[in-house]
């Protein structure tokens, strides 16, 4: 079966480093990949997607990568700031509807 | 847009009692799919519709789990009977698809079910 590996150790970093969070998975072939934002009390934010057929994205402050022969995505904050502190989720899609979640990790950016 | 919406934010209910969760999707959007969420299992699709019609159930535990959605601005996750281990936070979802758009799913607040 599918399985999404995401350190469940929480990540902590320093006010204007560059967080990087890794998104493993095993069995499968997604044809996309997408990042949330979860903060405690609230349902999951959509941040990006990324294709197969792609090798990076970017948005601000936020990059992630996608390497299918790895199985591997890398989601990187630069600048990383307080308000950053979040756990950040990945989801793989499962054909052309669902998504499978990782069990997410925990960021904390400390002053 | 509101966003999504479910009620209740928190639910206790004792053992053996009926839960229904309850969630209105965005306004225009055709999918609309249930989540669990635990601290152990981490976010787990129990169901989810398209045009109001189920297309994937296999994620529900169990006949005690069921999920309607009469229409394209309701839907309801029935738990009858309730035991403890249901007790988690469950999240609604709605997205649009096709036309090339992210396909990103919008999440509701969810509701915190506590079983005693």
């Known amino acids: 079966s599918q399985k999404i590996e995401q350190n469940s150790e929480a990540l902590n970093i320093q006010e204007g480093k560059t967080a990087t969070l890794t998104c493993n998975y095993t069995?499968?072939?997604?044809?996309?990949l997408q990042w949330y934002r979860q903060d405690p009390g609230r349902g999951p934010v959509f941040l990006l997607l990324?294709?197969?057929?792609?090798k990076e994205k970017r948005k601000e402050r936020l990059k992630v990568t996608f390497d299918t022969t790895l199985k591997q995505s890398l989601f990187h904050i630069t600048a990383s700031q307080p308000a950053d502190s979040a756990t950040y989720l990945c989801?793989?899609?499962?054909?052309?509807?669902?998504?499978?979640f990782g069990t997410g990790t925990r960021l904390q950016v400390f002053p | 847009d509101a966003g999504v919406i479910q009620s209740p934010r928190h639910e206790v209910t004792e053992m053996g009692q009926e839960v229904t969760l309850r969630c209105k999707p965005i306004?225009?959007?055709?999918?609309l799919f249930w989540y669990r969420q635990t601290m152990m299992r981490g976010l787990e699709l129990l169901i989810y519709?398209?045009?109001?019609?189920?297309?994937?159930d296999s994620g529900m535990p169990e006949d005690r789990f069921s999920a309607k959605m009469p229409n394209a601005s309701f839907s309801t996750l029935k738990i009858q009977p309730s035991e403890p281990r249901d007790s988690a936070v469950y999240f609604c979802?709605?997205?649009?698809?096709?036309?090339?758009?992210?396909?990103?799913?919008?999440f509701g607040p969810g509701t915190r079910l506590t079983v005693l």
């Open positions: 990324i294709r197969e057929n792609e």
């Open positions: 069995n499968y072939s997604p044809a996309y």
């Open positions: 306004s225009g959007h055709d999918y």
């Open positions: 979802a709605s997205s649009l698809r096709g036309g090339g758009r992210l396909n990103e799913q919008f």
């Open positions: 989801a793989l899609a499962k054909g052309a509807d669902k998504l499978i």
């Open positions: 519709f398209n045009n109001n019609v189920p297309i994937d």
